[in-house]
T-cell receptor, first 111, second 113 residues
């Protein structure tokens, strides 16, 4: 298995632009998570899905953030409009039990 | 707010010595505990899990759990430069899967050759 696949690996954008991050979970995993990691706040859970259904989005910082999972093999995290404080590494992870498998992450820089 | 606390470090240990990483958690009902290793610029990867009080050994790694003290530790014996990384501690509340995980901010470990 190829593991959790995220794209892009790096994204540099200007404030106010829309950013879309993509994730393909491991086949057979029924949970998908979006995390954000910064030096100051560590690894924060933004939202997670179970069987493609959003279960808890309480970690989404504000309405500028949205996430979708249209099918079992694809999810997106969108930020619109982006702000400099959104700069971070965004990880997608999947699981079928308590063990998380992380993707390589997207390094987002908002200028 | 359920929290997992770790000393951010850096923790510097000479090669071949024992590295000791510590973690405390605030949610007394947490049942399972995990250590993830994260190399610089990479994603976290699971290296140890522990569910009951006492020690659990896996190769050079030993996880220790003391639920009465709400304390988890990771010992790395015969530490190698390749062990240099950030180590994240995570606690899971009962009844949840990976959705019940709370992560600490991690301890940066440096193994000096």
């Amino acid at each position: 298995d190829a593991g959790v696949i995220q794209s892009p690996r790096h994204e540099v954008t200007e404030m106010g632009q829309e950013v879309t991050l993509r994730c393909k979970p491991i086949s057979g995993h029924d949970y998908l998570f979006w995390y954000r990691q910064t030096m100051m706040r560590g690894l924060e859970l933004l939202i997670y899905f179970n069987n493609n259904v959003p279960i808890d989005d309480s970690g989404m910082p504000e309405d500028r953030f949205s996430a979708k999972m249209p099918n079992a093999s694809f999810s997106t995290l969108k930020i619109q409009p982006s702000e400099p404080r959104d700069s971070a590494v965004y990880f997608c992870a999947s699981s079928r039990d308590e063990k998380l498998f992380f993707g390589s992450g997207t390094q987002l820089s908002v200028l | 707010q359920k929290e997992v606390e770790q000393n951010s470090g850096p923790l510097s240990v000479p090669e071949g010595a024992i590295a000791s990483l510590n973690c405390t958690y605030s949610d007394r009902v947490s049942q399972s505990f995990f250590w993830y290793r994260q190399y610089s610029g990479k994603s976290p990867e699971l290296i140890m899990s522990i569910y009951s009080n006492g020690d659990k050994e896996d190769g050079r790694f030993t996880a220790q759990l003391n639920k009465a003290s709400q304390y988890v530790s990771l010992l790395i014996r015969d530490s190698q430069p390749s062990d240099s990384a950030t180590y994240l501690c995570a606690a899971r509340r009962p009844g949840g899967g990976a959705d019940g995980l709370t992560f600490g901010k991690g301890t940066h470990l440096i193994i000096q050759p």
